[in-house]
């Protein structure tokens, strides 16, 4: 069959037989996938660039699932699928997909209109352990990733996730156990627990890192050597907004780093400026 035709043979059969025709494993190259969009795709809401990047990485590294569907109404438009179709073009690499045609009107306004399959859900599906399919763990990857690359950096895929947590889990796991027991709105955040899994990586001791923590969460310390904690809450919570979002959570990282430094050193400090570089390196994460 030549698919580059099949809605508009689609179109006939499902004039006569008023029914659904399923296609299963079709072969959907970069080609007609770009094509598929530029002459089939004129109903559709826009693009999620995202969601296109995440499949494609997905399809690179051969963890994309065949079974993925793509919906077409029975005048051979495309109903559901765009972000996968722009997918095969951004990886270049030809997908089997199921290809079902002849969906209603109705079925098109309501796909995806509830909550979309998340990372953790998927991870929580493959029955990975609860601590990587941890919405925390999930955010401190993904943030990781984004401080050691110093780019807007999309969500990893699953598959990404899962590797990287099995490959780090001595410094991750207990850093993902920590935020889970405590979290304090704008102190802390998946990007402040990043930098705790950053000085714990590079060697720092646990026990070290969570009496930073302790004294950094609840504001009492009382040694003068140990008053990077202060130094560190006073510039967080006299910021306007979420001090943790980007672009200003790589300067709140920098610091957040330098206190730690400063306060296993036993370094009293009157100001906390902000490093030009990264005390503790981050990983790589393999994407």
């Not at 094509?35 to 995440?54: E, I, M, V, Y």
């Not at 499949?55 to 029975?74: D, I, P, T, V």
């Not at 430094?261 to 400090?269: D, H, L, T, Y």
Request: net charge positive; proline share 3%.
């Amino acid at each position: 069959m030549d698919l580059l035709s099949l809605p508009r043979q689609v179109v006939k059969a499902c004039m006569k037989s008023k029914d659904r025709i399923n296609y299963s494993d079709q072969v959907v190259t970069p080609d007609l996938a770009s094509q598929w969009l530029a002459h089939w795709n004129t109903r559709n809401r826009r693009f999620k660039g995202a969601s296109s990047d995440l499949y494609a990485a997905e399809m690179k590294c051969g963890a994309w699932n065949r079974g993925s569907r793509l919906m077409f109404y029975s005048d051979g438009v495309l109903c559901d699928g765009q972000n996968c179709l722009l997918a095969v073009v951004k990886s270049g690499i030809t997908c089997l997909f199921d290809v079902l045609v002849g969906a209603t009107v109705e079925e098109g306004a309501t796909i995806d209109t509830g909550s979309k399959r998340s990372v953790q859900d998927a991870l929580q599906i493959k029955g990975v352990a609860s601590w990587i399919a941890n919405k925390n763990c999930v955010a401190i990857i993904n943030n990781t990733h984004r401080l050691a690359t110093n780019s807007n950096s999309k969500r990893l895929p699953h598959h990404v996730i899962e590797k990287f947590a099995l490959d780090n889990e001595n410094w991750l796991r207990p850093i993902v156990d920590l935020s889970q027991k405590q979290h304090k709105r704008k102190l802390t955040s998946s990007v402040y627990y990043a930098q705790l899994g950053a000085a714990l990586r590079s060697g720092e001791s646990h026990e070290e890192i969570l009496d930073f923590h302790n004294c950094y969460f609840t504001g009492e310390n009382y040694e003068p050597t140990k008053n990077s904690t202060i130094r560190l809450r006073e510039y967080i919570l006299e910021l306007s907004g979420t001090p943790w979002s980007f672009p200003l959570g790589y300067d709140a990282a920098k610091r957040t780093q330098r206190a730690i430094k400063a306060f296993i050193n036993r370094q009293s400090i009157s100001k906390l400026y902000c490093p030009t570089e990264y005390i503790y390196q981050f990983p790589t994460v393999q994407d």
